[in-house]
């Protein structure tokens, strides 16, 4: 299979590390925003063609499917042209920045029928797995949620330290993470939502600090806080409250209420690596022709809960 990766970025280095243990997989294309960078991780991948223009990408007949790793306001557009020229899709988390571009990836994947899947890479963490099968067994039904998800961004720049050329954004990204685990992990829908947030960074135009509550239709509630402004530890970190137990995940790693870890060796998969694992997905859904853990279907009402938050900060701010 010949994959194309748009964004070569730190995130999209993460998934040419993953990609590169598939066996059967080749990333035969790499886009990125400048030449000489794009370049130089095509040369250190071994990728034989580097490019700029998405377009012309995609023209390309031998390319199965396209990862995007791209700034989070080019991702619905550029899903949409990649099922367009006919290509899989796996787009980095978020799948859109607003409820009406979401909504219209998923109609151009049911007009298509590729397959066409978001990065919500909390469903593929080895710990969160162990969770969910807990839960699959009928042994833990999750009552409530806690969720940290702290990071010290006052410069605009990426996971590596580097400049970024776009803003990124706790709501439409990083709570995604957590509304659709919420949503995963309890087999409920979202019913009630609310948000807070305090100023907006003077550069950056941005708040940095954001309290998101919620409800499902059988009860159960998340209490998520998201800051830029944090200075460590950094990371999202969940605390399952359930009737039989309490579980802290903490990316790869999960602990009991005691703060004891969690054997995750039952977790049958074939890497530790969330990403790896989600691409592994990806591949394996083109391969047998179904729709994948995270596709953009089963991740849409995520996104359907964000846009009604962002309608409520646009409300607020209109009170202020």
């Not at 919420?182 to 003077?202: C, D, E, R, S, W």
């Not at 830029?228 to 790693?253: H, K, M, S, V, W």
């Not at 054997?263 to 592994?280: A, K, T």
Request: with cysteine.
């Amino acid at each position: 299979m010949k994959i194309a990766l748009a964004g070569g970025g730190a995130f999209g280095e993460k998934h040419l590390d993953g990609l590169k243990n598939i066996d059967g997989v080749e990333v035969v294309s790499l886009v990125g925003r400048t030449q000489d960078k794009t370049q130089e991780m095509a040369d250190k991948y071994g990728i034989g063609h580097a490019t700029t223009n998405y377009e012309e990408m995609l023209e390309n007949d031998e390319i199965d499917a396209v990862i995007l790793c791209t700034p989070t306001q080019m991702h619905a557009d550029q899903a949409i042209k990649a099922m367009d020229a006919g290509k899989h899709v796996e787009v980095e988390i978020p799948l859109a920045d607003s409820w009406a571009d979401a909504q219209a990836v998923a109609k151009k994947q049911e007009e298509t029928g590729l397959v066409c899947m978001v990065g919500h890479t909390r469903r593929f963490n080895p710990s969160h797995q162990w969770v969910k099968q807990q839960i699959d067994a009928g042994d833990l039904e999750i009552l409530s949620m806690d969720v940290e998800t702290y990071f010290f961004r006052r410069e605009n720049k990426n996971a590596k330290g580097e400049p970024r050329s776009w803003t990124d954004h706790l709501l439409w990204h990083h709570s995604a993470h957590t509304i659709d685990i919420f949503q995963y992990m309890t087999g409920a829908k979202v019913v009630k939502a609310n948000i807070l947030q305090g100023p907006k960074h003077p550069k950056l135009g941005i708040a940095m600090d954001q309290s998101i509550q919620m409800k499902t239709d059988k009860g159960q509630i998340l209490t998520l806080s998201l800051s830029f402004n944090n200075e460590g530890p950094f990371g999202t970190f969940f605390r399952y409250i359930g009737d039989t137990g309490t579980y802290l995940a903490r990316y790869d790693d999960l602990f009991n209420g005691k703060d004891e870890p969690i054997d995750l060796s039952g977790v049958d998969v074939p890497s530790n690596n969330g990403i790896e694992l989600q691409d592994r997905e990806f591949i394996s859904a083109i391969r047998e022709g179904r729709e994948p853990n995270s596709s953009v279907h089963g991740v849409l009402d995520c996104y359907r809960v964000i846009g009604e938050l962002a309608a409520s900060l646009e409300e607020q701010d209109g009170w202020s």
